[in-house]
């Protein structure tokens, strides 16, 4: 006897359909899963056992084997629990089906008394099964309000095993059991209307980030770091906050959030499908509407951060997409995950390579670091000396290496407050103003960028781009030479002072590029040029603080 019923894998951010075929045969008793599965499957057997045992059925004795196809594809994780019982309960002929499996999908884990558990990425799934045609998607019930998001497909959400004879019964007991969510935000329809397809579930969405009560206005003074938070949104640039210890840098870097528009349409699609497949999407939620912000911690594994595994899961850059990635004290990071931030942040993805299998996530983020100049964090102090031996700053700076160093668009050096402002503070800009101007800045790079398909900005401008629209006049091009000599700057670092002078006019709200443009956007690109001097006067005795930091 045989049977075929239908289930699906993740793969990266996607999903396939798997054939999951049952065939059993009277005989001494053997199961055995063929078809690349990994262990999690092949303990599908034991928990399959249980709950079929559990649910009033009987386990068949005899020559089992369940093949899931295609072969080649490496399958993983416990989604096919469910289609693997329903397929050996058909079998044994121990429940019939009166309707057409082929196009139904059966997604869950199985718990060892028969109930259904939920599995992560059932909106990649949902969406694969509507994509290929499957009329029916069984799942379990605490899946619903994720799968839910997905329209134009029936929903047939389950809690326990037994449920699924009561569900092949006939064409009309499924009907009565589905749900179809034409509410579902994730339709085939064009989202080319004014507002969108959201509606009003777009209003009512789950916030993905929780800035809560915190503001810019708490930040005293620091009105330089704060207009380079705001280049940094505005024009997704990568920021590295440098300063002494208390100097402020982590209480800046932790509102960004509340500078930060809300994701589009398509990124808010985009950043909850992925949150789905790791599993991180709370209970009750709707699309994420914030953008994400990650700060793992600098002990977190490579792979939490970048993503991998045995089977591939996304890491914290991918997490990040769409959003910001806080790395804060950034020397403290591993060797290999700063490394490793190189491709993700040149070409917005990361490939994950293994044996058998390559998988590429998204991971479009903007690189927020936090550091001190030096092992004791005084370097850059105009009112604390540092103490440090030459030879430790410069191993201290070894571990970022100078590529690292210049994919930062902006290097801010975040000087301490005086006690005399924190006496009588200036509270200066709040959030709600800064990002007024983030938002008009990220307006017209939209139009700007409007063939880009989305999430293109200033940072991502290439060299036509810039040749196109970072025209400058001869006089401002000659002082910028003459500062790149100074600075000793690559032809990176020199495009790089260009993409920021256009988010700083954009700001502006000016077509073109000035000379205040171009003199504001230099004031971020000193920390190497600091650096670099440092370690030629071996003896310390230059003060980087003299020329920088300051507006
Ligand atoms: N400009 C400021 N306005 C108000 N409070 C400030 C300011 N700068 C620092 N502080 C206070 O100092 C505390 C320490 O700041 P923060 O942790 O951001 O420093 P840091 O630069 O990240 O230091 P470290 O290098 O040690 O990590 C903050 O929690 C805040 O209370
Ligand atoms: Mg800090």
Redo the contacts with the bound molecule.
Sequence with gaps: MFFRTYSATLIGVNSRIIEVEVDFKKGLPNNTIVGLPDPAIREARERVNAAIRNSGFEFPIGRLTVNLAPAQLKKEGTSFDMAIATGILLVSNQIKSRIDISRLLLIGELALDGMIRPVRGIIAIVQEAREKGILYVVLPKENMNEASLVSGIKLVPVERLKEVAEIFASEESIEAKQVTCDQGVLSNRKMDKPGGILGDRYASMYSGTDEGSMDFS?????EYVKRAAQICIAGAHNMLLI?S???????VASRLPTIMPDLSEEESIETTKIYSIAGLLAEGFGLMKKRPFRAPHSTASNVSIIGGGKNPIPGEITLAHNGVLFLD?FPEFNRNVIQALRQPVENGSITISRADTRITFPARFILVG?M?PCPC?YLFDSDNECHCDPRKVRQYYMKLSAPILDRFDLQVV?NP?KIDSMITPDRGTNSSSIKQGVLVARETQNRRFKDMGGGYYNSNMNDEDIEKYCVIKNDVKKLLFEAAKIYNMSMRGFQKVLKVARTIADLNQKENIGEGEVLEALNYRGVSHILSSYFRNKSGLLTPNSSFGKK
Excluded: C, F
């Design positions: 708490e930040v005293i003074g620091q300063g210890p208390g100097s402020g840098k982590t209480m004290e936090s001190n964090g975040v407050l």
